[in-house]
Structures are given as C-alpha cells and as structure tokens.
C-alpha cells in the first residue's frame, strides 16, 4: 500500500499538469487564470452572487478553535457528500441518511453527526491542484501554499509558514502557564512520503518559541501522561528549581533561539493548574464512555478540557493507526465502515453536546477537514479511492457558525466544485476570522519581511 500511495502521486502529477487540467474543463469552470496558477493563488473564481468574500458577522466571535485534521484525505464520496444517483463506480457501497435539517444527507456510518446537523455547517467544494500529502498539509494548517508545492519529498523547515495555532500564539502572548497552542496526539508523517514528516505544523519562520506544545501517545491507556509535563523520577520540586537556577545563568550570557520559554516550562511542570488541565482522570467514567474509549475520542475531550482551561487552539490530527490512516487507496469502505468513521462520528457528535452542555459551543470553534478528498472512480480489483485534491469536504461548527447549511456544491460525481470553490487558504482565513484575527493582516518574519498570513479570504457567509 506504501507504494502505491507513492505511484498514485507520481501517477496524478504527470496526468494533471496545466494542459490536461483545461482538457478536463475543470480551470474553466473555475475561472482560474493562468496567472493566478502562477503566482500560486489559491482558487476564488466563479461569478460571486452571495459576496460570500464581503464583511460579515462572526469576526472575534470564537475564543478558541479546536481542529480535527484528518490525516490522509477523507473520501468526501463516502462521508459528507454522497452521491446515490451516480454510477456504482462513483456512488460506492455507502448510502446516504436524512439529517435532522430537510435536505441535508450524510454517510449512514455518521448516523450520530446526522443528528446535530442543525449544528454543522458542511463546505462541499474545497479544492486545490495538489496530490501530494505532505505540501497540502501545509496549505490547510498555515493557510498559504508550502515553499514546495506538489511535493512528498520536502520534510518541515524553517522556510515553512507558521501554523494557525503558532501564528496566534505569536498575536496573543499568553499570560498564563498553559500555551496558547497544542498539537496532539503526535506530528503527522507518512511512511510512503520519502520528505516523512509533513510541513505546516510548527511555526516555521516565527521561530521555534512559537511552536506548538505537543502531546504524544494514547490517552485513553491507563497509565498514560503528558511527557512534557513528566518530571524525572527522584528529582525533587527544590532541585528543578536549582535546575533552573542554573539554566537562567547560562541564559544570561546566552540566550539561546528560546528567549523566555525555558523559564515558563519549569513553571509549567510545578503548576497545579497546569498539571490538572491535562488530568484527564478529572473526568468521570461515563464523561470518557461517551467520546469513545479510543485515542481519537479522548484527544478531543482532552482539547475540550484545554479550551475550558484558556488555551486558543487545539489541532488534533489523525492518530498513527498503522494502516495509511485516511489514506484509502485500498479496501476504502471497509476501512471506513470499520476503523475510520465510527471513531470520528463517536468523538466529535461528543464534542458538540459537551460543549453545548457547558455552554461553551458559541464561542469554540470546531473544523473537521483533511489536506484532500478522494476520486470519484472507485479503484477497480482493491475497492479503494486514490487522491484526488479537486474536490473534498470541510465541516465547522460552533464559534458563531451557523449550522444547519450547506456551503458550496460539487458537480453530479463529486469531481469538482460546481458552485463557490473553497480553497484550503479559504478555511484557515475562517478560523482566523471566527477568532478575530484578520486574514490579511501582515506579521513580520525572522528578517522583518512583512508576511502576509494567509493567502485566503473568509468565508463570513457561514456565521
């Protein structure tokens, strides 16, 4: 499987360059110029009859966000954009149910999601021309195009954008103990991508003072805790302390690329507030039952507890599942039906009713997206989908969302956009308008580069 998810790259690389793109009519129908494929744009085309790119309502109105990022690519086909009158070849195995909204469908394996559609706003045409998984993960975590577009072979750098989560970390210093951002439960990476770890997920040019604080393992094992948050066993509070002592003093002669942030990290293993935030024993039996006994399900009552606790943002990417993780080439509906989607359906219909029950839902933001969707034509002899970067699905929730919509469209076998084109860039300008940050606003790099922080605009229509 490891190779063939490198040949499908290598394979949709050679057959989409810009020609057969235009052959397709898929340029075309976006109204992308070539141009704005030039200087890597992303893809706002289409006549614009709602002026989805105007001002709006829901700047500021979210306090924190907590991402979903499902690592691989989820097939849009098969979970929040069916399509039962397509050919069997397109439509697959899975049928589409009624929601709790007339005439919002989803998969029948998201049958708790179909019960808070009133809640969710899905974004049927996100679309870029991007195969690859590594430089598409950057585009949807920092919002702008990764230094290498169209590559598996370029590992993170310092060249790299910053992260959502980083850039705000850098905006809105914290005044607390807790950082701004996580990252849980491990850096995404990929087997088959010969770069490994994707770009996009620390904070790249902001320097590593802003990356995100990461959180590794299986919280949901018995015996599971935060490494960073472990102090060595035998070493005492008095000789952390006297540690840190020391280290001021190296400090002082020289800083170091960390500033501040090693004093803070002492801080942070002595704190109580700090150590109960991420105390997932706080929670009842029945609190953990209800998001799934499983890694996806208590890493997102784990960002819950973060949020509640003051943290801005929360990316919680798809786990190490040793099996491609979203990324069906092969055996898409039984890995799906069986692996993918219960967890996924479980965790985040939890996440909503404990937000909504503590009052939280308003003001947190939620985004359910991967880097690409999945072709339509289902891989004759393996039953699998291959990349397919054109067309996929986000959903969003909360954070003066308004739920119980459908935004943009995708043509009759879930190819393309056929109505309002969303870009990854698109998405992350949303969160960052929900969280009150504009999405042009410049920031300076290392060199004192104005930058701008996404290359997108946000979608105000969905407040």
């Not at 933001?365 to 054109?390: C, D, K, Y």
Request: hydrophobic share 40%; glycine share 10%.
């Amino acid at each position: 499987m490891h190779d063939l998810a490198c040949q499908e790259f290598q394979r949709l690389a050679r057959r989409f360059n810009r020609r057969s793109l235009l052959q397709y009519g898929s340029l075309g129908a976006l109204g992308v110029t070539a141009a704005g494929l030039i200087s890597g744009q992303p893809l706002h085309a289409f006549p614009n009859p709602l002026e989805q790119w105007s001002d709006g309502d829901g700047f500021g109105k979210a306090k924190a966000c907590i991402l979903m990022f499902m690592w691989g690519g989820p097939s849009h086909l098969d979970t929040w954009d069916l399509k039962p009158n397509a050919p069997a070849e397109v439509r697959g195995e899975f049928a589409p149910i009624a929601t709790t909204v007339p005439g919002i469908q989803v998969s029948e394996h998201f049958s708790r999601l179909a019960k808070h559609a009133e809640q969710l706003a899905i974004v049927r045409s996100v679309t870029h021309d991007d195969p690859a998984h590594l430089s598409s993960v950057h585009h949807i975590l920092t919002g702008r195009h990764a230094p290498q577009v169209k590559s598996d072979a370029v590992p993170p750098s310092r060249k790299d954008s910053p992260q959502i989560g980083s850039a705000l970390a850098k905006l809105r210093p914290s005044t607390g103990l807790l950082p701004q951002c996580v990252t849980m439960p491990w850096v995404v990476n990929h087997p088959a991508a010969p770069g490994g770890v994707a770009p996009g997920q620390h904070a790249g040019w902001l320097g590593a003072a802003h990356d995100p604080f990461l959180i590794t393992g299986d919280p949901n094992h018995p015996s599971w805790q935060v490494s960073g948050l472990r102090t060595i066993e035998g070493v005492s509070n008095g000789r952390l302390r006297s540690r840190e002592s020391l280290l001021t003093a190296l400090d002082a002669v020289d800083p170091g690329p960390f500033g501040g942030m090693q004093t803070r990290a002492f801080d942070m293993l002595t704190a109580h507030e700090v150590q109960r935030a991420f105390d997932l024993k706080q929670e009842t039996p029945e609190t953990r039952d209800r998001y799934g006994r499983h890694i996806h399900g208590q890493c997102l009552l784990l960002a819950r507890r973060l949020v509640e606790a003051g943290v801005t943002f929360v990316c919680v990417n798809w786990h190490q599942d040793g099996a491609n993780f979203w990324d069906t080439h092969g055996d898409n509906f039984r890995r799906l039906k069986q692996d993918l989607m219960p967890p996924s359906d479980i965790g985040f219909s939890a996440l909503l009713d404990d937000l909504s029950d503590r009052g939280m839902l308003d003001e947190t933001l939620l985004v359910w997206v991967g880097e690409f969707g999945r072709r339509p034509q289902i891989t004759s002899g393996n039953a699998g989908r291959e990349h397919w970067p054109w067309c996929g699905s986000a959903v969003l929730a909360g954070g003066g969302v308004r739920g119980g919509q459908v935004f943009g469209r995708s043509d009759s076998q879930g190819g393309y956009p056929a109505d309002l084109p969303t870009a990854p860039a698109d998405i992350a300008a949303t969160m960052y308008h929900a969280l009150g940050v504009p999405a042009d606003l410049e920031i300076l790099d290392r060199q004192d580069r104005p930058q701008k922080l996404t290359e997108g605009r946000p979608l105000v229509t969905l407040f």
